[in-house]
């Protein structure tokens, strides 16, 4: 079963740095989304794509944060200076359309620890 | 505003009991309502969902849930637990007033002991 790829597994950076994380969603999806979960706390929408470019975003979403599909298979999340805050797991999810019919795939996350 | 309530950190079970890990809602609009599981070091795996139609939905692994819509409530349920049921439950819903935006549970961790 296609699945959705995410890399790296876990990243390790200095506060203030940037860092991209790395998706490759389904290959038949159109729809593309991040989401971040805290240590111990609920799952957060960040943004949702479609057709190259942001179709909902969340309040958590600054302008720290950026997402590109810099080709036909990627799909990244970038955060721009990273704070201590922005430690957590992060989840790329791919579905095929937008609503209630289609279930989002997610990959296993990169865990993102900032020092 | 929209949510989703998870009231139990964690459930333990005996290998073979029947299992209910509780979700209720509040949202605006028709609800479509999800399970996803997440095993350790693992990303969220779509177990089933409710969308119309039959209340009870069943989905992978031998789950199903059941929407209530005077309780606002899509428990999850399995007959008889296994060992490798044990994981992280999350329940989402969306609707067309979240603009199809998952809203999340807090998550139970299911325990099952053999």
């Keep these: 079963e296609p699945e959705v790829t995410q890399t790296p597994s876990h990243q390790v950076t200095q506060m203030g740095q940037e860092v991209i994380l790395r998706c490759v969603p389904i290959s038949n999806h159109l729809y593309f989304y991040w989401y971040r979960q805290i240590l111990g706390q609920k799952v957060e929408f960040l943004v949702s794509f479609y057709n190259n470019e942001i179709s909902e975003k969340s309040e958590i979403f600054d302008d720290q944060f950026s997402v590109e599909r810099p080709d036909g298979s990627n799909f990244t999340l970038k955060i721009r200076s990273t704070k201590l805050e922005d430690s957590a797991m992060y989840f790329c999810a791919s579905s095929v359309g937008q609503g209630r019919n289609q279930p989002q795939h997610f990959g296993d996350g990169t865990r993102l620890s900032i020092l | ?114």
């Design chain 2, 1 to 114: 505003a929209q949510s989703v309530a998870q009231p139990e950190d964690q459930v333990n079970v005996a290998e073979g009991n029947p299992l209910t890990v509780k979700c209720t809602y509040s949202v605006s609009g028709n609800p479509y309502l999800f399970w996803y599981v997440q095993y350790p070091n693992r990303g969220l795996q779509f177990l089933l969902k409710y969308i119309t139609g039959d209340n009870l939905v069943k989905g992978s692994y031998g789950f199903e849930a059941e929407f209530n819509k005077s309780q606002t409530s899509f428990h999850l349920k399995k007959p008889s637990a296994l060992v490798s049921d044990s994981a992280l439950y999350f329940c989402a819903v969306m609707s067309m007033d979240s603009n199809y935006q998952l809203i999340w549970g807090a998550g139970t961790k299911l325990i099952i002991k053999p």
